[in-house]
């Protein structure tokens, strides 16, 4: 059970590691917004992602004799990268399984932290099945990317952070599998439970909304989005934590991700992959039905494959 007192812990593992990183505001994007927006630069985060805060946190939590036999995971990038840091910085092994289709920078990335890659097929069927092979062969502890309570933990530090750094009336942030959310909401609810929080999606991966919607979890089947790091399918344990806890869930569509992309690079210079932009692409939605005038935004990641981009 994850719990405030575990994401403070986690804090604790973090501090001198992971980075603060900083808040930042935009009047212009105010205006179109109708609303005050802080951002949660996690896009210059170490990895240029959040997930470096639960990969660490998962990490640093190994005893000496799991350490030793390494890490395993799967990671369509930004946790594969976080995870492989990780353990370049404990001085253990990472095995990593990535698809076949991942951004060119992503990959370079997680070979530059010395893990060893495989590569699959692009499905979830085929993540998981290279995953056991993996974990059988190797050893190695598994670290999920999501569905794991260090990780949902760590995670959860950059809520704890956003809210010492600003009052809020609402926090939002990209959902995939559910990890930083389900941190965010226990965060939240510990230190300031009158925050309404929500979680944005592509519509073309909709799992978490249809969950929320129906009361009961619902798989990710065929995911169709430039989000690469939203297709994954909510966890055991995220799920039950994201439906007791979240206002609701707001889905867009691909070019409004691409307009919040180009958005915060024109208005505020910041760089943010498709995934860590959809918050902003969300709130700025007719579909963010939220008298919230002061919103936190977690920007997750910054890794941008601009070739594809601007090809695009």
């Not at 930083?180 to 909401?185: E, I, M, R």
């Not at 978490?208 to 979890?217: F, H, N, T």
Request: glycine fraction near 10%.
């Amino acid at each position: 059970m994850v719990t405030l007192e575990k994401v403070r812990e986690a804090a604790a593992r973090l501090e001198g590691v992971a980075y603060h990183t900083p808040v930042m505001t935009s009047r212009a994007i105010d205006d179109l917004a109708g609303r005050q927006l802080v951002f949660k630069c996690e896009n210059l985060q170490k990895v240029g992602a959040f997930k470096f805060r639960g990969a660490w946190n998962a990490v640093a939590s190994l005893s000496d004799a799991e350490a030793a036999r390494g890490v395993c995971t799967h990671s369509s990038g930004n946790h594969a990268q976080a995870l492989a840091l990780a353990a370049q910085m404990r001085g253990i092994t990472a095995h990593i399984v990535m698809p076949e289709n991942v951004a060119p920078i992503k990959l370079s990335a997680v070979e530059g932290y010395g893990a060893a890659i495989t590569l699959c097929e692009p499905t979830l069927e085929a993540r998981e099945t290279a995953l056991a092979k993996l974990l059988h062969e190797s050893g190695a502890v598994l670290v999920h990317p999501y569905n794991d309570a260090h990780i949902i933990a760590g995670q959860g530090t950059a809520a704890l952070e956003l809210l010492a750094q600003a009052e809020l009336d609402a926090i939002i942030t990209p959902v995939g599998g559910g990890g930083l959310l389900s941190g965010t909401c226990i965060a939240t609810r510990g230190t300031a439970p009158e925050v309404a929080l929500y979680g944005a999606e592509p519509a073309g991966a909709d799992d978490a909304a249809q969950s929320l919607a129906s009361g009961e979890l619902v798989p990710q089947l065929a995911p169709d989005t430039i989000c690469d790091g939203l297709l994954t399918s909510l966890g055991e344990l995220t799920w039950p934590i994201l439906r007791d806890h979240l206002a609701g869930i707001i889905t867009v569509d691909d070019d409004a991700v691409r307009q919040a992309m180009r958005l915060l690079w024109e208005r505020m210079e910041l760089l943010v992959e498709p995934s860590g932009a959809i918050g902003l692409a969300a709130v700025l939605s007719p579909g963010f039905q939220s008298d919230a005038q002061r919103v936190g935004v977690i920007l997750t990641g910054g890794n941008v494959d601009l070739v594809k981009f601007f090809q695009e």
